[in-house]
């Protein structure tokens, strides 16, 4: 049976499935890929980098723009993830993922307001500025949602499987490799 429960929100399935027979590669490229980009956004919207001593390559201005993008992308890939697993949640985590989704649908109106984009009118060079307030609301949310989110992927055999034993490194060279 490939699904199973449901309700308006979403329904229970069971990723083990024969019927299902792309459950395998839909949770490594659709949920933990995303889950994966996400904490690297995360860092670059935090650091405008992804390692130490990279930021030497690039200037306050470029910083800052790749730390815009990086909260983009996080909001973006966020919204994908959770458009991804809704439909396999289990019916006792549906109202905890609802509430998920609209704290995420929530922030989309501050994101304009996280950044300014400034051109001098002289040099015309373009100029990002930084509302580091809501920037770091927004980042804590999304940092939050994620986490919260997890139990609930979990709960529905999507991160692990109850019973099998977890190589999380055959996994990421997996996902590395492209599924």
Known sequence: ????????????????????????????????????MLDRWDTIAQFGTEEIDEDIAFDNNQLRKRRVEGLQRMYSTIKQLLGNVVFAIKKDDQAKVKALVDRVTNIEEFMERAFEEKEDLVSHVVMFEINEVVFKNIIGILQDVKDKLNIPLNNAGLIFRPSEEIDLDKIMNEIIEGG
């Open 1 to 36: 049976m490939a699904k199973k429960g449901g309700s308006e929100f979403g329904g229970e399935i069971n990723a083990g499935s024969d019927a299902w027979n792309v459950a395998d590669g839909y949770t490594k490229l659709k949920i933990l890929r995303q889950l994966i």
